[in-house]
């Protein structure tokens, strides 16, 4: 007997309080959904079987996703409108599916190229900012610490764009083979970790994918 793997590709946004929810609670989140939206998942083999569903980068704690990605493999075929219909249905709030699309055969898993972040940023200070945005590129490259590493980590390696936009700070990073700054250690640098102990928060807005 021939089983059935459709898989799909989900875009969705995670935003609201949903933000504060861990990444393997959102992935329980999602299995509850399709079990309740009777969705038949296609499960891993062994002693403890999972569902094949990946996400390419999971998305941290307190950080709003306005384009997340996940791959999804079904142990049914289902027309990608219906299936969208049936998880829409569930969603708690803060939950959005934007979009359910079929993979072709050929097509592998997501792979990230770059992540885009913003952060906004009160007017009183946005000269402060865009001055201390246009030093810290000047001294690129420039390595920090983090902690439990090791090596340090250059910035420049990751850091493709950084810039004041419209009342945000935004910042996109490249993936590389080794470790990446993180959109929190950017706000660090450029003193204004402050702002979302204040109650601002960081967005994802894109999650972009190599062709």
């Not at 875009?11 to 969705?39: M, N």
């Not at 996400?55 to 996703?65: K, Q, R």
């Not at 390595?143 to 009342?167: A, F, M, N, T, Y």
């Amino acid at each position: 007997m021939t089983r059935i793997r459709q898989r799909v590709r989900i875009h969705f946004q995670k935003v609201g309080d949903l933000r504060w929810i861990s990444h393997r609670d959102l992935v329980r989140v999602f299995e509850r959904i399709f079990r309740r939206a009777g969705l038949k998942l296609s499960m891993s083999e062994g002693f403890h079987p999972k569902a094949r569903m990946s996400f390419p980068s999971a998305l941290a704690l307190g950080i709003a996703g306005q384009d997340e990605v996940m791959d999804v493999e079904l142990a049914e075929n289902e027309a990608t409108e219906v299936i969208a219909q049936k998880l829409d249905a569930l969603t708690p709030p803060g939950l959005i599916i934007d979009e359910v699309r079929k993979l072709d055969a050929s097509e592998g898993k997501a792979r990230v190229e770059r992540l885009v972040y913003q952060f906004p940023v009160p007017e009183s200070r946005r000269d402060e900012v865009a001055d201390r945005i246009d030093e810290f590129l000047s001294r690129l490259p420039y390595s920090i610490k983090r902690e439990g590493r090791k090596e340090p980590i250059d910035v420049g390696d990751s850091l493709e764009q950084l810039l004041l936009e419209d009342g945000f700070v935004r910042v996109v990073l490249r993936t590389t083979p080794t470790a990446a700054v993180r959109p929190r250690e950017i706000l660090m640098l450029l003193g204004l970790d402050d702002l979302e102990a204040a109650g601002h928060w960081i967005s994802r807005t894109a999650v972009e994918l190599a062709p």
